[in-house]
């Protein structure tokens, strides 16, 4: 049973309708329903448009306007009018013709779409009331085009002169990385043949890394899922990809240092032969600069080759001594393998300016003959049983760094240099740390962030206490984007994972005595 305010909807949408339909028969010969090919069909008597093909179709009645079709703006339908919900809530069986053919009407007007129908296309500077043809549509776009070119050539020009187009950076040739995504000018998108770093954040916290070469046909294979290496291949450099089991990867190339820790090492340490952080505080003390020929005894792995050969560039030479044949090995093959992907990576090769030998440098005295080293590295247990022979070899006022684990070591060293009296004087002793720090945002346990609490006077700050004793009375926003700068608080304090200790860097300078 319908209720009575069901029964007085329906009762006025019949009687609204009936004389919607009234209307319709008195004063219009066009049904409202659209032909095939977009156009009323038109049923009048008069000459000029009575065919059902619609073949120059005018108005029916004389003297009457002829309007544009409605069509849904921006090819959108409208909200649904009053008279549309009210005949959805009337019961179907008591819907008379008339309702059904304006919903049939409604409907193939919205799924034709405004740019179906031949007629009643408008140009955007029409005038309400007015229609226009296929072809003169095609004709105002020309027109407005052709405007627009003589705006552009105008704003070019200045006075008599015209300032030429090619002013600018220069062009450089850019890339389509895949879903046609444009790379900046010097960019290129990760290829076959080079080196990928996959990183899995969680809680501002790494969770997983892995360096990886890029082959056709590879995946990379987790605990967090796989990726296949064609999904990987034309993308840019920081990409998001996710695995089979939806976790997100962050994809890029990894730096040189982070070449340095993730390569494959001979070593049995925690670090290749030489850290990262110290390759950098023992350049600075050696003061490389580009030209320089740089001796190295002790290659590892050819972390500290790489940061030397990086640091001597195209015109200078690294000579890399090494005793062990597995570390020597190893070190080339590191050494070409970054020269690779470098190649692929930027379409420049890197510099070939490193010879790696294989020798016992006590007992190379031949080998270093006709050699000047502007600084030596030295990376090995007793380091002062070769200093006689390397000195020589070194620059008056040049530096010679040493790396070495233990403090005890430092003693061994400084105690032959006194013995052997080679001319050389330590300046400084140093152990390179870094604390890393954790800064984040204050968070509840409820997910919103906190905020800065001012302070106030005695009696304000009571009442603000007993209306909000746990301070969370005017907390709302939960984004970052719902605060004003400045009033959110930080926690920082140093992160709970920290680099250990490494090495001891002593630096030696050779003087004549």
């Not at 329906?10 to 209307?23: P, T």
Request: with cysteine; net charge neutral; charged share 25%.
């Amino acid at each position: 049973m319908l209720s009575s305010l069901q029964l007085k909807q329906a009762v006025f949408a019949r009687h609204k309708l009936a004389r919607l339909g009234a209307a319709l028969r008195e004063g219009c010969h066009a049904s409202p329903r659209p032909h095939a090919s977009g156009r009323p069909r038109c049923f009048g008597t008069n000459s000029e448009g009575s065919g059902e093909d619609g073949s120059n179709y005018k108005s029916a009645v004389p003297g009457t306007p002829q309007l544009p079709l409605k069509r849904p703006l921006f090819g959108r339908r409208r909200h649904l009018s009053p008279l549309e919900r009210i005949s959805q809530l009337v019961p179907e069986e008591s819907l008379t013709s008339e309702v059904w053919q304006l919903r049939e009407a409604t409907k193939e007007d919205y799924s034709e779409g405004p740019e179906s129908a031949q007629t009643g296309k408008r140009p955007s500077d029409a005038l309400p009331g007015q229609i226009y043809t296929p072809e003169e549509v095609d004709v105002s776009k020309e027109n407005k085009q052709s405007q627009l070119r003589v705006q552009e050539m105008d704003s070019v020009s200045v006075g008599d002169s015209v300032i030429s187009a090619d002013i600018g950076p220069p062009a450089e040739s850019s890339e389509c990385c895949q879903d046609g995504a444009i790379c900046l000018p010097g960019e290129r998108p990760l290829s076959y043949g080079e080196l990928v770093l996959a990183e899995h954040r969680r809680n501002k916290r790494a969770e997983f890394r892995k360096m990886f070469l890029l082959e056709e046909g590879g995946k990379l294979h987790s605990t967090w899922g796989w990726v296949a290496h064609s999904a990987i291949a034309e993308r840019p450099s920081g990409s998001t990809l996710r695995t089979s089991m939806g976790t997100p990867l962050l994809l890029r190339r990894p730096s040189l240092e982070e070449f340095t820790l993730y390569m494959r090492r001979g070593p049995a340490i925690s670090y290749p032969k030489v850290s990262p952080k110290d390759c950098t505080a023992m350049l600075q003390m050696m003061d490389v600069t580009e030209g320089d020929c740089v001796l190295e005894s002790g290659s590892g792995s050819g972390s500290m080759t790489l940061f030397l050969s990086r640091a001597v560039g195209s015109k200078g030479r690294v000579l890399s001594v090494e005793v062990r044949d597995d570390h020597h090995r190893r070190a080339s093959l590191n050494y070409k393998r970054w020269r690779t992907s470098w190649s692929q990576r930027r379409g420049e090769d890197w510099p070939d300016n490193v010879q790696f030998v294989k020798a016992d440098l006590q007992t190379a005295g031949p080998l270093l003959k006709g050699w000047g080293f502007h600084s030596i590295a030295l990376d090995m247990v007793a380091p002062h049983l070769v200093l006689p022979v390397v000195v020589p070899h070194l620059h008056p006022g040049a530096v010679c760094t040493v790396y070495l684990a233990n403090v005890t070591q430092v003693v061994d060293l400084l105690e032959g240099i006194r013995c052997s009296r080679v001319p050389l004087v330590y300046e400084r002793i140093i152990e390179v740390q870094y604390r890393d720090w954790l800064l984040a945002p204050s968070i509840r346990k409820n997910g919103s962030f906190n905020s800065r609490r001012a302070p106030k006077e005695k009696g304000l700050e009571e009442e603000d206490e007993e209306d909000d004793p746990n301070g969370e009375g005017k907390e709302e926003a939960s984004g970052p984007g719902g605060r004003a700068f400045g009033s959110v608080p930080y926690v920082a304090r140093p992160h709970p994972e920290q680099t250990s200790h490494t090495a001891f860097l002593v630096k030696l300078r050779k003087i004549l005595k």
